[in-house]
């Protein structure tokens, strides 16, 4: 079944969101990121996707002390990233409470580091960022497009133990108009040994059956939650008490 996990998004310790990674089209839902994932337990959800965007720009890890205080606040497994370029970064995010590291430009630009942090903390504990614009990786908080495109980065990396994730179809991010279904679809049978959690375009239950219906093993979602697209009632019923 479908596991739904909620994102934060995060600009100068607020929660925000963009629309396709556009720093410009920034809207703050909530001043307190440690409220709204306290909020998402009480709700019923088990697990939490912090995106650090100030670490994204920043080419570094900036907000971990919002990592810090919903750790110490909730009992969410929090996958955490944005910025992570360093074994000081990663070590960091670690130390501070993740469960979870998504990790998507190192992946395209240092994959000998890549590999070695694989190797370090294992793979059950690194999730693959796969960034898609028009086919292909992009990296650097979307603002580079590699020439990779991602059959090739799943190859690469599934082959040497990579399991978890997290593809996000860029066209389709902040937009509300639905998920790019078929694409995680042909990365399922394509690659059925992937843990993936798909990401972008949720605008209601409908999509989140969809997903559910495609065999998706997990989607993030934000945006609908703020703009109340989405009871969280009726998620967790449907998907978690069921």
Known sequence: MLQPIPAIDIINGQCVRLTQGD??????????????ACQFEKAGFRRLHLVDLDGAQSAHVVNLNV???????????VDFGGGIKSDRDLDAVFDNGATYAT???????QPALFREWVIRYGPERIILGADVRNGHISINGWKEDSKISIDDFLHTYLKMGIRNVLCTDISKDGLLLGTSVDLYRHIMECFPECN????GGVSSMHDLE??????IPAVVFG??????????????KRFYQS
């Open 210 to 215: 969809e997903l559910d219906a495609a065999g």
């Open 196 to 199: 993936l959690i798909a990401s």
């Open 67 to 77: 990592l810090k205080e919903i750790k110490e606040s909730t009992h969410l497994e």
């Open 103 to 109: 990790i998507g430009s190192v992946a395209v630009s």
């Open 223 to 236: 945006k609908a939650i703020y703009e109340h697209k989405i009871d969280l009632s009726e998620v967790i």
């Open 23 to 36: 720093y410009s089209s920034t809207k703050i839902y909530d001043e307190s990121p440690v409220r709204i």
